[in-house]
């Protein structure tokens, strides 16, 4: 066996390098194009869909795909392909007010932390943890079992289970924020700690908290399905993807798989997609720092 030259090593190890970096562009290209699809979907919903997502045939109950349903239909004859395209819009809307509602409480909780330090840290961060002693999905059932169920009420009680995550990121994001040069600058020129963190400092972390909130999204989605799944947060009719899923259940039983295999590999592919371009994004956002 010959010995490998050091060239020759380097030489492989580039090629391999190559090889990961147009594999990795590729899967980043196929996943930004296939959500960009799903959201195009959902905005012109009406116009891409080949029917009345609530159409009842009962003529048709579990109708297999074919040529007049792609994708066939559910325990009450309507058409899976328009449901799951209508029901779009809801499983994309209600990730995104979810992570607005808890990004709009943690990066406050965790900017403060970090800048204030001392007993406003030490309180943050206490309750933070009394948050994070209860399991997200026992917190989020109790909250519903308050204020009933529905997915306004999923939405609030996820945006709050998913606070102290992006608190804590937030703060640790802040704290190595707060230890940069440019920070004293601004105290010693006597620029108040409120513009500091809203002008500079906060700016300054987007890059590194979008990264995160993209890869959450997909964390959120499932969550949200979840919930759908087990009753507590869509309800009939709606073609949300979690509660598709529930309603296919039946279906299960007799050998049907479609009505539930439809919406549940929708819910996995746009989750893998997140975390795909989610990774990817924040990399790139933080390279660029």
């Known amino acids: 066996m010959t010995a490998q030259t050091p060239t020759t090593a380097v030489t492989v190890s580039t090629d391999l390098g190559r090889a990961r970096g147009s594999g990795g562009r590729g899967a980043l290209w196929v996943s930004g194009g296939f959500l960009v699809?799903?959201?195009?979907?959902?905005?012109?919903?009406?116009?891409?869909?080949?029917?009345?997502?609530?159409?009842i045939d009962f003529g048709?109950?579990?109708a297999p795909p074919g040529a007049d349903h792609w994708l066939g239909t559910d325990q009450m004859g309507r058409d899976l392909l328009s449901r799951v395209v209508h029901g779009a819009r809801e499983s994309l809307l209600g990730p995104l007010a979810?992570?607005?509602?808890?990004?709009?409480?943690?990066?406050?909780?965790?900017?403060?932390?970090?800048w204030r330090r001392g007993w406003v840290d030490v309180l943050?961060?206490?309750?933070t943890d009394v948050m994070y002693a209860f399991p997200g999905l026992l917190f989020v059932v109790l909250v519903i079992a308050v204020f009933g169920s529905g997915m306004t009420t999923a939405?609030?009680?996820?945006?709050?289970?998913?606070?102290?995550i992006i608190a804590k990121f937030t703060r640790s994001v802040a704290l190595a924020e707060c230890a940069k040069p440019y920070i004293d600058a601004y105290r010693v020129q006597g620029v108040s700690g409120l513009v500091i963190c809203l002008r500079y400092l906060i700016p300054n972390m987007a890059p590194a908290l979008l990264?995160?909130?993209?890869?959450?999204?997909?964390?959120?989605?499932?969550?949200?399905?979840?919930?759908?799944?087990?009753?507590?947060?869509a309800?009939?009719?709606?073609?949300?993807?979690?509660?598709?899923?529930?309603?296919?259940?039946?279906a299960l039983i007799q050998g049907v798989l479609w009505p539930?295999?439809?919406?549940?590999?929708?819910i996995a592919l746009v989750v893998v997609a997140f975390n795909i371009v989610g990774v990817r994004v924040a990399d790139q956002l933080n390279s660029r720092r």
């Not at 959201?39 to 997502?53: N, S």
């Not at 939405?155 to 102290?164: D, E, I, R």
């Not at 993209?214 to 759908?228: D, I, K, N, W, Y």
Request: aromatic content about 8%.
């Open 260 to 266: 539930a295999l439809v919406p549940g590999a929708a």
């Open 37 to 55: 699809a799903v959201v195009l979907a959902a905005v012109f919903a009406p116009l891409v869909a080949p029917a009345d997502p609530n159409a």
């Open 124 to 127: 943050l961060a206490r309750v």
């Open 211 to 233: 990264g995160y909130l993209v890869v959450l999204f997909g964390e959120g989605l499932m969550s949200l399905a979840t919930l759908s799944f087990l009753g507590f947060g």
């Open 98 to 114: 979810l992570l607005l509602l808890a990004s709009a409480l943690g990066v406050a909780m965790g900017t403060l932390a970090a």
């Open 235 to 250: 309800q009939p009719p709606s073609s949300e993807w979690g509660l598709m899923v529930q309603e296919g259940q039946s």
């Open 60 to 62: 048709n109950i579990w």
């Open 155 to 164: 939405v609030v009680a996820l945006g709050l289970a998913f606070t102290p």
